[in-house]
């Protein structure tokens, strides 16, 4: 079955160091996504890539980086200068970068807690 | 981008069908309209979605003001599987989703 995939589903870290989320689609999609959810908050756009080797800042991409080196595959670092790192993290991808009616398709979230 | 307005909140009976609300005053003439629901701990699940006539799928049905202002999510008879956070949104010129709170939807057996 088709779908994306993100692991791992809870990550703990210490405050200070670096952690790096899994997101791989299977789905031969040209756009992926992440974006960050608080508890009782809607989700927030991180990063973009709609194509590989390029993407583009979200709306909270500070303390974040991204690369996109294969169509399939598009690893968040949550590096130690976000400062408030604990929170859902969701992928998504879709089949058409900038078409309008294009739906989404998200993974289940990797649950990041950093003490 | 344009924003969304929903209700926080909704109750519903199971086999019920319920109307989940949305305004989009300011949404410009290429903004699709999207619905998404969201169980706890799980990504988003993509819904339905409209330009200006109203849509149906295996899910729910999509109202659509002529105006284009508002809509209506309908789902025929309610379950308690839909029990979710319900977001209305605007697909614009970016691509991207740009989510509001969403109404929490509550079914009652």
């Known amino acids: 079955d088709g779908g994306i995939t993100q692991s791992p589903k809870y990550l703990f870290r210490k405050e200070g160091q670096n952690v790096t989320l899994s997101c791989e689609q299977n789905l031969n999609h040209d756009a992926m996504y992440w974006y960050r959810q608080d508890p009782g908050q809607g989700l927030r756009l991180i990063y973009y890539s709609q194509i590989v080797n390029d993407f583009q800042k979200g709306d909270i991409a500070e303390g974040y980086s991204v690369s996109r080196e294969k169509k399939e595959s598009f690893p968040l670092t949550v590096t130690s200068a976000q400062k408030n790192p604990t929170a859902f993290y969701l992928c998504a991808s879709s089949i058409i970068p900038t078409g309008y009616n294009s739906p989404l398709h998200f993974g289940n979230g990797t649950r990041l807690t950093v003490t | 981008d344009a924003k969304t307005t929903q209700p926080n909140s909704m109750e519903s009976n199971e086999e019920e069908p319920v109307h989940l609300p949305c305004n989009h005053s300011t949404i410009s003439g290429t903004d699709y309209i999207h619905w998404y629901r969201q169980l706890p701990s799980q990504g988003p699940e993509y819904v339905i979605h409209?330009?200006?006539s109203n849509v149906n799928n295996r899910m729910a049905s999509l109202a659509i003001a002529e105006d284009r202002k508002s809509s209506t999510l309908i789902l025929h008879r309610a379950t308690l599987r839909d029990a979710a956070v319900y977001y209305c949104i605007l697909r614009g010129s970016q691509g991207n989703l740009i989510f509001g709170k969403g109404t929490k939807l509550s079914v009652k057996p």
């Open positions: 409209g330009l200006t």
